[in-house]
């Protein structure tokens, strides 16, 4: 049984080009959750989703971000027009239920927008 | 706003001591609360969690401790061991929030 698998697992944008970030929740889990890691701090919570539903997107940036976890395929954590703010690591973790004790995180993707 | 944070940045221990670290936590509606370790280029991994209705728990050599009277939680790694190095974040969950309010964490470094 794979781990939850994101990819890229490093990306490099120019200002203004969209990013997108893959999470693949291991096999079984439904629940996928997003967060963001600047350089020497904690993980931020994003945005919490179920198969087709966003079911919390709380601290998900009102501009630029989206996220979507379709019926069929990945999460996709897409952020449109990047600046170098939002250069970090995004870290998915995924449960088999909505709850955060039986949660696993991937790899991440570190973004670096020049 | 309320969040999780920790009292030393970097804690620097003898290889075969004992480690302790510390976090103080501020939302008391909080229902549970997780140690996690982050290696360098890793996500975070789970350690041992905690509910709010527990004071201690233990796992293989570590214990957590969690005071509410003061908002603080503390993780005890026993016999610390090079592969310690890491990381180290508390995080809390529940109290009606989906995700998990992170700690900036802990940097341990295990001296030879």
């Known amino acids: 049984n794979a781990g939850v698998m994101q990819n890229p697992r490093h990306l490099v944008r120019r200002r203004g080009q969209e990013a997108r970030l893959r999470c693949s929740p291991m096999?079984?889990?439904?629940?996928v959750y997003w967060y963001r890691q600047l350089p020497e701090e904690g993980l931020k919570f994003m945005v919490y989703?179920?198969?087709?539903?966003?079911?919390?997107e709380s601290g998900m940036p009102k501009e630029r971000f989206s996220a979507e976890f379709p019926k069929e395929g990945p999460s996709i954590l897409r952020i449109q027009q990047v600046v170098r703010g939002d250069s970090a690591a995004y870290f998915c973790?995924?449960?088999?239920?909505?709850?955060?004790?039986?949660?696993?995180f991937g790899q991440g993707t570190r973004l670096t927008v020049v | 706003g309320e969040s999780v944070g920790l009292h030393l940045p970097t804690l620097s221990v003898q290889e075969g001591d004992n480690s302790i670290i510390n976090c103080a936590y501020s939302?008391?509606?909080?229902?549970?609360f997780i140690w996690y370790k982050q290696e360098s280029g890793k996500g975070p991994q789970f350690i041992i969690d905690?509910?709010?209705?527990?004071d201690k728990r233990q796992g293989q050599r570590v214990t957590v401790l969690l005071n509410k009277t003061v908002k603080h939680l503390s993780l005890q790694i026993a016999a610390t061991q090079p592969g310690d190095s890491a990381v180290y974040f508390c995080?809390?969950?529940?109290?009606?929030?989906?995700?998990?309010?992170f700690g900036k964490g802990t940097h341990l470094i295990i001296q030879p």
């Open positions: 989703l179920q198969k087709e539903n966003i079911i919390d």
């Open positions: 905690i509910r709010s209705n527990m």
């Open positions: 973790a995924s449960s088999p239920a909505a709850l955060n004790t039986e949660a696993f």
């Open positions: 995080a809390e969950g529940g109290g009606g929030a989906d995700g998990l309010t």
């Open positions: 939302n008391s509606a909080s229902d549970y």
């Open positions: 096999k079984g889990h439904s629940h």
